[in-house]
């Protein structure tokens, strides 16, 4: 079935460090790919997603790069901000299984001044 | 745009009674919502997809008759914990996925229901 695997957390960065979270995912079709953040005590917020094949998302600083032959989505930032402390979770949505949306397990990021 | 709101925002409730959380996209009309529950630091579960004017579709594993979950509307969708148990205290999430975005399937979440059951 299909099934997103993302990098443990916590993740700890200093202010203005690079981040790099990373997603791989496995899937029978071709499903779209989603980034969602969690602020401490929110719901979950789209970030970026990604329809198909070598689609970049993008938002915030944020970026995603559809890859599949390596079938990954890996999220990255060249500045992260204090703000950006939250949790992030990736997932996948088929068509083939009615859109329902499975995420992976949610890397805790911290980022600290 | 795409506004999910959730009532109430956390409930506290006695051991053996029922409690009903809303979902209510604000708008936008929403033919499929999704009911998630999330433990401590964990990831969302998928617990049933509702869809407007039919019966709910659970997840293996997901207690239908202790989760009742309503979709009367293209705007509100309801969950309903019947007989709860100090197990089923969590987090509880709904989304709702937007009739023109059947072909990106994205959802919109709601800002999620704590529930405590003492």
């Known amino acids: 079935g299909n099934s997103v695997t993302q990098m443990e957390g916590p993740v700890t960065l200093s202010e203005e460090a690079f981040l790099t979270i990373n997603c791989t995912y496995t899937a029978t079709g071709y499903p779209s790919l989603f980034w969602y953040v969690q602020y401490p005590g929110e719901g979950l917020q789209l970030l970026l997603k990604?329809?198909?094949?070598?689609d970049k998302g993008s938002n915030k600083g944020f970026e995603a790069t559809y890859r599949k032959e390596t079938t990954s989505f890996h999220l990255e930032k060249g500045s992260v901000q204090v703000s950006d402390s939250a949790v992030y979770f990736c997932a996948l949505s088929d068509r083939n299984q009615g859109g329902k949306l499975i995420f992976g397990q949610g890397t805790e990021l911290s980022v600290k001044p | 745009g795409a506004v999910v709101s959730q009532h109430p925002s956390w409930v506290i409730c006695k051991s053996g009674t029922s409690v009903k959380i809303e979902c209510r996209s604000l708008d936008f009309q929403a033919t499929t919502m999704f009911w998630y529950r999330q433990f401590p630091k964990q990831s969302l579960m998928l617990m049933a997809t509702s869809n407007e004017g039919s019966k709910a579709t659970y997840e293996q594993g997901v207690e239908k008759d202790k989760f009742l979950i309503n979709h009367a509307s293209l705007t509100l969708s309801t969950l309903t914990v019947t007989s709860a148990h100090p197990e089923d205290s969590s987090f509880y999430i709904c989304?709702?996925?937007?009739?023109?975005?059947?072909?990106?399937?994205?959802?919109?979440f709601g800002p999620g229901t704590r529930l405590t059951v003492t």
């Open positions: 990604a329809t198909k094949a070598d």
């Open positions: 989304s709702a996925r937007p009739e023109e975005a059947a072909t990106s399937y994205e959802q919109y």
